[in-house]
């Protein structure tokens, strides 16, 4: 596959006989493929007009058609619906919130879907052919990545993190609808001393509501010294994961302000642009 540009090799159908491309023309504005591995055939799958970003296809196992998360036509991230046979795509979940990631277990019976709140991650557990919720889980305020099932659908493993807690596995059990750590990543500092942000917004000079996130230190005093940590990308966002230079610094007294500025991601198209 040598079209030119930033291509992404994304995944393969159940049987490996097709290999999803995901061309980027811009940050904003990519494309979705399908190449055929025996008759090398290409399809582009996404025909669209304007911005339109694609994630990686969530096969049923007879690949009769996959799930993914795309913005096209809308502001924010959903879910859609690619049926192979009649080449259509439909948006099967849209909320009010970015969809960040979604993992279809391997029977095709339950859809994971993970959504970015205000920069925080919520998980539910779908019916795949009826998208009617099954589970919601309830975790402390933090990031999930990586929610992938076990190989009989009875397990979801997942990476969770927050502002206090490094990355650790977590596990779901379906038939127990409940959850639990895995496993703990030792450390020599004591959990207490690390701060937890608030999320604040304020209003900019054109009535723009920017989010951002207050590490405020346990002690102080009425007046302290203030850090703005201001992410990279620029289309990147901030978001409350473990940083131990931020809680290095509220310890010594700092308050920390990450904002998440004009132009950052996780809050639609209108936002990032």
């Given at each position: 596959?040598?079209?030119?540009?930033?291509?992404?090799?994304?995944?393969f159908?159940?049987?490996?006989?097709?290999?999803?491309i995901?061309?980027?023309?811009?940050?904003?504005?990519?494309?979705?493929?399908?190449v055929?591995?025996?008759?090398?055939?290409?399809?582009?799958?996404?025909?669209?007009?304007?911005?339109?970003?694609?994630?990686?296809?969530a096969w049923l196992?007879?690949?009769?058609?996959?799930?993914?998360?795309?913005?096209?036509?809308?502001?924010?991230?959903g879910?859609s619906f690619?049926d192979?046979?009649?080449?259509?795509?439909?948006?099967?979940l849209?909320?009010?919130?970015?969809i960040?990631?979604?993992?279809?277990s391997r029977?095709?019976?339950?859809?994971?879907?993970?959504?970015?709140?205000?920069g925080?991650?919520a998980?539910?557990?779908?019916?795949?052919?009826t998208m009617?919720p099954?589970?919601?889980?309830?975790?402390?305020r933090g990031?999930?990545?990586?929610?992938?099932?076990?190989?009989?659908g009875?397990?979801?493993?997942f990476?969770?993190e927050?502002?206090?807690q490094?990355?650790?596995?977590?596990?779901?059990?379906k038939?127990?609808?409940?959850?639990w750590?895995?496993?703990?990543?030792?450390?020599r500092?004591?959990?207490?001393?690390?701060?937890?942000?608030e999320?604040?917004?304020?209003?900019?000079?054109?009535?723009?509501?920017?989010?951002a996130?207050?590490?405020l230190p346990?002690?102080?005093?009425?007046?302290v010294p203030?850090?703005?940590?201001?992410?990279?990308?620029?289309?990147?966002?901030?978001?409350?994961?473990f940083?131990?230079?931020?809680?290095y610094?509220?310890?010594?007294?700092?308050?920390?302000?990450?904002?998440?500025?004009?132009?950052?991601?996780?809050?639609?198209k209108?936002?990032?642009?």
């Amino acid at each position: 596959f040598a079209q030119g540009g930033w291509c992404d090799a994304l995944d393969f159908s159940p049987s490996g006989k097709k290999l999803a491309i995901r061309k980027q023309h811009t940050f904003v504005h990519q494309d979705l493929y399908l190449v055929d591995r025996e008759s090398g055939e290409v399809e582009l799958i996404t025909t669209h007009e304007g911005n339109a970003e694609y994630g990686a296809p969530a096969w049923l196992p007879d690949e009769s058609g996959f799930f993914f998360r795309t913005n096209e036509g809308r502001d924010r991230f959903g879910v859609s619906f690619y049926d192979a046979r009649k080449k259509t795509a439909t948006y099967i979940l849209t909320t009010h919130w970015d969809i960040s990631q979604i993992s279809l277990s391997r029977d095709g019976a339950n859809l994971a879907i993970t959504s970015n709140e205000d920069g925080y991650s919520a998980l539910v557990v779908y019916d795949a052919k009826t998208m009617r919720p099954i589970a919601e889980q309830s975790f402390p305020r933090g990031i999930i990545n990586r929610a992938r099932w076990s190989c009989d659908g009875r397990h979801l493993a997942f990476v969770f993190e927050s502002a206090t807690q490094s990355k650790n596995v977590w596990m779901w059990s379906k038939n127990e609808n409940r959850h639990w750590l895995l496993t703990h990543l030792p450390s020599r500092v004591p959990e207490r001393i690390f701060v937890e942000p608030e999320l604040i917004h304020y209003a900019s000079f054109d009535d723009l509501h920017v989010p951002a996130f207050l590490f405020l230190p346990q002690k102080r005093t009425d007046k302290v010294p203030v850090i703005i940590n201001i992410h990279g990308g620029p289309e990147e966002q901030y978001r409350p994961v473990f940083d131990a230079l931020t809680q290095y610094f509220t310890y010594r007294g700092y308050a920390v302000v990450a904002p998440i500025v004009r132009g950052s991601a996780g809050y639609g198209k209108k936002y990032l642009a």
